[in-house]
């Protein structure tokens, strides 16, 4: 570390692009982003400000005040579990793509293949999730403050807005890694400044308070046997699952153990994205330890300032535990707005924590295209899914990947139309990115255990967990597969069956087509990504790719 503090910022970069050579990978995109952008990029996706406000009527819903309480600290104990698992791997091999990469470099390109499809298909889900309930909530503040009435429960009109906020968030994307780092820069001021302004105004101002016992009660809100159905787009369909016998049983007896557990969602959901500081890791200077930094404090610095925001939230519900249900009702929603509305009579107060909510709701939607994109196209240069070949393309100018950008957010569009649940999209976005991220994890350590092949180790990887390694990796493996099956049963269903059809899909796409022709990331001789880099540098040479199999 002291070594790299008494080299020049040019010094470092090429260190870094020497790394990035050894991969196999030439230094296509711009190394524009420090260690705080880094880190910026994975707590603005994270966004305490999105999943925690968005979902709170969700956990709120199941289990009452103890879900915030308890849930929130449990959550984040294994999901910071999870994230240190994650920062070594991204310190070992810090490349875009990041989980895919690490998962051929530890267990071959069939490894590697399954695991970039989940997070393909998670990175489109959340961003589809992200902007989806921006759309719903902005429109529902703009309803608050400006006096209007536009239907948020219509899916049509919603994904109107849905595009119309993505389209500056595509522009932005493609003109350039500058402005979308400093956006990201001011939005983790931005979300610690707002959680700090909602918090004294609530404190100073807000008309209701609850007893500080308030958070330690609970009470099902939820009938959780009326799952007996789920929708998908305008189709609705039986509940498989229940008909398993015992399993209505199961959900009448479990009380509130049951109930606890699926309020989870409202936390783990939160705590998804952050493997975007690995997959800008070609854009990061020092970005072995700055990546890894970045994937680890994302998580650790949203524990501590989402768990302020939401105990202070809970201890403003107007009604007590009787006014749980008017903060939960549909037509309230979102719940965090009724909060806020209902405890200043100075609406300006108000209107001042709805507008800092929607604009962090935007930024992490920003964020999340960036992320999504660079995975999309590392895979891409990789030959890993159709379409592949305008994917992976760089523009010379902005050096960025435009197609991929353009595409992958077509994609979340269309996806949120598949639900007609908001909760689904969020269940299959969890479920899917935290299997893309157990993979590698578990590669990992059983290489580590077996002492074959390759595995972290502090010379391999400079952040390291060192003999803390193989017990954090097997209780974040242990977590992960907890939440597969939680966030797959009723009333998230729909999750389980769209892992499901992806599987199928994978397999049937695997034998058809890409098992002939993909065999992960191959070495690329250094003379020829010296002459991408060149090619590159004064804009010349067709997609920027030249003829590397892998650029």
């Known amino acids: 570390m002291a070594e790299m503090k008494s080299k020049s910022r040019e010094e470092i970069i090429q260190q870094d692009m020497r790394d990035l050579h050894k991969l196999g990978y030439a230094q296509q995109l711009f190394r524009e982003m ?61 490349t875009a793509g990041g989980l895919y990469f690490w998962a051929h470099r530890l267990g071959g390109h069939k490894w590697a293949w399954v695991t970039a499809w989940f997070n393909m298909l998670g990175q489109i889900m959340i961003t589809a999730g992200i ?9 529902g503040a703009i309803n608050r403050i400006g006096g209007t009435n536009i239907d948020t429960t219509n899916t049509t009109a919603m994904a109107i807005v849905m595009i119309l906020i993505m389209i500056p968030q595509v522009l932005i994307n493609i003109f350039g890694i500058k402005l979308t780092a400093r956006l990201n820069d001011f939005s983790v001021y931005w979300h610690i400044g707002g959680v700090m302004i909602m918090t004294l105004l ?21 009938d959780l046997t009326s799952y007996t159905s789920f929708a998908a787009g305008p189709f609705t369909f039986d509940s498989l699952m229940m008909k398993i016998p015992g399993m209505v049983g199961l959900y009448a007896g479990s009380g509130l153990i049951l109930a606890f557990v699926l309020g989870l969602l409202q936390a783990q959901w939160t705590y998804t994205g952050y493997d975007a500081s690995a997959h800008v890791a070609e854009e990061t200077v020092m970005a072995r330890l700055n990546s890894a930094w970045g994937v680890f404090l994302s998580v650790a610095v949203s524990f501590v300032v989402g768990f302020v925001m939401l105990i202070i939230l809970t201890l403003r519900i107007p009604g007590g535990m009787e006014g749980i249900a008017a903060t939960i009702d549909a037509k309230n929603s979102p719940a965090v707005l009724y909060i806020v509305y209902s405890n ?13 909510i929607g604009v962090a709701m935007w ?22 899914m159709p379409g592949h070949n305008l994917i992976k393309q760089i523009h010379h100018k902005w050096r960025t990947p435009v197609w991929s950008i353009v595409i992958t957010s077509l994609l979340a569009v269309l996806l949120t139309l598949y639900s007609a649940v908001y909760s689904v999209i969020v269940a299959v976005s969890t479920t899917a990115l935290y299997l893309a991220y157990g993979i590698p ?30 017990v954090i990796n097997w209780i974040a493996i242990a977590w992960i597969v907890f939440i597969t099956i939680l966030f797959s049963i009723p009333p998230n269903e729909l999750a389980g069956w769209s892992i499901i059809i992806l599987g199928v899909f994978m397999v049937l796409y695997w034998q058809l087509d890409a098992k002939k022709r993909f065999t992960g990331p191959k070495a690329t001789a250094e003379e020829e990504l010296r002459r991408i880099e060149a090619e590159m540098a004064v804009g010349g040479g067709g997609d920027g790719q030249g003829d590397s199999p892998n650029a």
């Open 34 to 94: 420090g260690g705080f952008s880094n880190f910026a990029i994975s707590f603005s996706i994270i966004s305490i400000l999105t999943g925690a406000i968005l979902l709170f009527g969700y956990g709120l819903g199941f289990a009452g005040p103890i879900i915030n309480t308890y849930g929130w600290p449990i959550v984040s104990f294994f999901v910071l579990c999870v994230a240190a698992s994650m920062a070594e791997l991204a310190s070992a091999y810090p």
């Open 131 to 139: 902007d989806f309930a921006a759309a719903i909530y902005i429109a």
């Open 344 to 356: 200043f009579d100075n609406a300006l107060f108000a209107h001042i924590i709805a507008i800092i």
């Open 363 to 384: 930024l992490c939607g920003l964020s999340s295209i960036t992320s999504m994109s660079r995975m999309w196209f590392a895979f891409a240069r990789d030959g890993g």
């Open 202 to 222: 609530l404190i100073a101002f807000g008309k209701h308070i609850q007893p500080f016992s308030f958070l330690f009660q609970s009470a099902i809100n939820s």
């Open 441 to 470: 994890i578990l590669l990992n350590v059983l290489n580590k255990m077996k002492k074959q092949g390759e595995y972290t180790t502090p010379e391999t990887a400079p952040w390291s967990l060192k003999g803390w390694g193989v």
